[in-house]
């Protein structure tokens, strides 16, 4: 995959003239995107529904749209966080690798688990990786530069501080690490863990997309993810986690071998169709996307 181009969810559409204005310089691109959203739970504000419900916006040019109906001003144009746009790890991630597409550097998704918020618990989280000459370079583009609280560098992220949810999938299924210890919240008593081995599963299913080009919300939900181990296909995922592995350690036969699974296998590819579990609330739901 040529990660220069656009996907159809990268693509800023109408609205890519805003991104000329913006500098050239990475880490000034990603103090803008933390200009333009709000993380909807980390954010420090007190959202209406109608400004939560601006998480579901899938697209680049979605994000973009709400942001210039509210301000209509230049994305580097100071923002207070109530009137960012609401979202989350994934749009940050998203909207940075796109402006970063546009000035034609290669940028892909990457999703997986933070160890760096809690002491105990790892939080699911999207970072982004560009090509900086010869290598990938991991930035977390949520994160403030030079904050204490974090001990390493947030724009060049070292192995360990974040792990792929193919590493962590393989940690779990050796009895290496604890299922429960990962995952979008560590509360056991809510009607459905957040946690665990079924969501570990999950956000390998993610990462293979994201890699493909499909960089969908962490709660769009298709092909072979489920909400339990029960009856699940652990084998398949225990393939394609060992591929992206591989290929992360530079395999590039497990790098074509990979995506062409994710191309041609009906359960991970995705076609359009998601079965939609949004915290925005709402009924959840299948949608046709395109």
């Not at 990603?30 to 916006?57: K, M, P, S, W």
């Not at 979008?184 to 293979?208: C, E, M, S, T």
Request: hydrophobic share 35%; with cysteine; charged share 25%.
């Amino acid at each position: 995959m040529n990660y220069a181009l656009q996907t159809r969810f990268s693509d800023p559409g109408p609205y890519a003239e805003l991104y000329d204005a913006l500098p050239d310089d990475v880490d000034e691109i990603a103090a803008a995107v933390r200009n333009l959203i709000v993380h909807y739970r980390a954010g420090g504000i007190q959202l209406t529904d109608e400004h939560l419900a601006e998480i579901d916006n899938r697209w680049v040019s979605a994000i973009l749209a709400t942001d210039q109906k509210r301000n209509g001003t230049p994305l580097t144009a100071p923002r207070e966080p109530v009137d960012r746009v609401a979202g989350c790890c994934r749009d940050h991630t998203l909207t940075f690798v796109s402006i970063l597409r546009h000035k034609g550097i290669p940028a892909r998704s990457r999703v997986g688990f933070a160890r760096y918020f809690a002491a105990e618990f790892n939080h699911d989280h999207v970072v982004a990786e560009y090509l900086d000459g010869d290598r990938w370079r991991m930035i977390d583009p949520e994160l403030e530069p030079g904050d204490p609280q974090w001990d390493f560098d947030v724009t060049d992220l070292p192995r360990g501080p974040f792990l792929s949810a193919a590493e962590v999938w393989r940690g779990f299924r050796a009895g290496e690490l604890d299922g429960d210890s990962f995952g979008a919240d560590p509360n056991p008593d809510l009607p459905l863990k957040l946690h665990g081995g079924w969501f570990i599963r999950n956000y390998v299913h993610y990462q293979l997309a994201h890699l493909n080009g499909d960089e969908l919300l962490l709660w769009d939900n298709w092909g072979a993810m489920t909400d339990t181990l029960d009856g699940a296909d652990l084998d398949l995922t225990d393939q394609i986690a060992d591929l992206m592995i591989a290929s992360d350690n530079g395999d590039e036969t497990a790098t074509e071998q990979v995506n062409d699974r994710y191309r041609t296998d009906p359960a991970l590819t995705f076609t359009g169709r998601s079965y939609v579990t949004s915290p925005a609330g709402g009924p959840y739901a299948w949608h046709d996307l395109y």
